[in-house]
Nanobody
Framework: QVQLVESGGGLVEAGGSLRLSCAASGSIFSLLTMGWYRQALGKQRELVAAITSGGSANYADSVKGRFTISRDNAKNTVYLQMNSLKPEDTAVYYC?????????WGQGTQVTVSS
C-alpha cells in the first residue's frame, strides 16, 4: 500500500514562494508517476505538474516557468517548488501516485496567496 503525506502549504503574499513536499510509504516509489493536483473552491481538481519514474515532467500551462516538480527516490519524496505565486494559485494541493492499478491520493495541503 502506498500512503502519501503532503506538507509545506501555508499563507504567502503574491510574488512569494513555497515548496510542497509529499512523502510516500512503501517500496515502489521509484516506479510511480507522481503528480501534484489542485482544487480551488468551487472548481474541479486540475493537474498542476507530474513527473514520471524516468524523471520526465509536464506542467499545466498556467504554472509553466513558475513551478518545478522534482523527486528524490532515495527519500521517497516528491516536491513542488512554487515561485512567483499569484492569488489564482490559491487552492488545496493534492499529491497523487499512479502506476498500473495504483492510484493514491494524499490528504491535501492548503496554499493561500494573498494579493
Amino acid at each position: 500500500q502506498v500512503q502519501l503525506v503532503e506538507s509545506g502549504g501555508g499563507l504567502v503574499e503574491a510574488g512569494g514562494s513555497l515548496r510542497l513536499s509529499c512523502a510516500a510509504s512503501g517500496s515502489i516509489f521509484s516506479l510511480l508517476t507522481m503528480g501534484w493536483y489542485r482544487q480551488a473552491l468551487g472548481k474541479q481538481r486540475e493537474l498542476v505538474a507530474a513527473i514520471t519514474s524516468g524523471g520526465s515532467a509536464n506542467y499545466a500551462d498556467s504554472v509553466k516557468g513558475r513551478f518545478t516538480i522534482s523527486r528524490d527516490n532515495a527519500k521517497n519524496t516528491v516536491y513542488l517548488q512554487m515561485n512567483s505565486l499569484k492569488p489564482e494559485d490559491t487552492a488545496v494541493y493534492y499529491c497523487n501516485a499512479r502506476m498500473s492499478i495504483v492510484n493514491r491520493w494524499g490528504q491535501g495541503t492548503q496554499v493561500t496567496v494573498s494579493s
